[in-house]
T-cell receptor, first 122, second 109 residues
Framework: ETGVTQTPRHLVMGMTNKKSLKCEQH?????MYWYKQSAKKPLELMFV???????ENNSVPSRFSPECPNSSHLFLHLHTLQPEDSALYLC?????????????????????FGPGTRLTVL | KNEVEQSPQNLTAQEGEFITINCSYS?????LHWLQQHPGGGIVSLFM???GKKKHGRLIATINIQEKHSSLHITASHPRDSAVYIC???????????FGQGTRLTINP
């Protein structure tokens, strides 16, 4: 496997179900992201993990629970979702600057995206 | 008003035409992305730039930092270029990307 993979690619769930989305990156990156893309809306950031630590939560409801057990894997646990949570959920990864590397805190490396999970909540 | 605005929102053209998609932003940035999203959802990064101009095949991206504006050009457009093109910026000192609403491009044969 190369790049960023996501499973499942499609998911249909009821409002009382519990499910999880999985993301795996094979690029040796140290940062991972969850994004949400709703119909007719721009992509919006949900969570950022750097070195397995959550560094950003973009005011996401608690029915979305991220987990990053290591720098290669990222999960999004879903419970008691609402129909308006139906969307495309995209994972991405990047290599962010860390002490010892050339450049500085503003060194920026591009984000690589997975194929997404299309979620439908009934 | 969004921090990142794209125009046009929809663009239909004939094969072979020269295409321009524009992106304006309102914050200081460290980098700007152009992304391509095909039906089905997968996103591919086309360019990341912080100044000047980049070219890759038939695609050209330019940025004017002073005017807070970037353009994506496609020369000799082809139906396989049909996709949604998204502009995203990374604010100075921040890690997250802020996205424009996308431009849906349709190239007819």
């Amino acid at each position: 496997e190369t790049g960023v993979t996501q499973t499942p690619r499609h998911l249909v769930m009821g409002m009382t179900n519990k499910k999880s989305l999985k993301c795996e990156q094979h690029l040796g990156h140290n940062a991972m992201y969850w994004y949400k893309q709703s119909a007719k809306k721009p992509l919006e950031l949900m969570f950022v993990y750097n070195f397995k630590e959550q560094t950003e939560n973009n005011s996401v409801p608690s029915r979305f629970s991220p987990e990053c057990p290591n720098s290669s894997h990222l999960f999004l646990h879903l419970h008691t979702l609402q129909p308006e949570d139906s969307a495309l959920y995209l994972c991405a990864s990047s290599q962010e600057w860390e002490w010892g590397l050339a450049g500085g805190p503003n060194t920026y490396n591009e984000q690589f995206f997975g194929p997404g999970t299309r979620l439908t909540v009934l | 008003k969004n921090e990142v605005e794209q125009s046009p929102q929809n663009l239909t053209a004939q094969e072979g035409e020269f295409i321009t998609i524009n992106c304006s932003y309102s914050v200081g940035i460290s980098a700007l992305h152009w992304l391509q999203q095909h039906p089905g959802g997968g996103i591919v990064s086309l360019f990341m730039l912080s100044s000047g101009k980049k070219k890759h095949g038939r695609l050209i991206a330019t940025i004017n930092i002073q005017e807070k504006h970037s353009s994506l050009h496609i020369t000799a457009s082809h139906p396989r270029d049909s996709a949604v093109y998204i502009c995203a910026v990374r604010s100075q000192g921040a890690q997250k990307l802020v996205f424009g609403q996308g431009t849906r491009l349709t190239i007819n044969p």
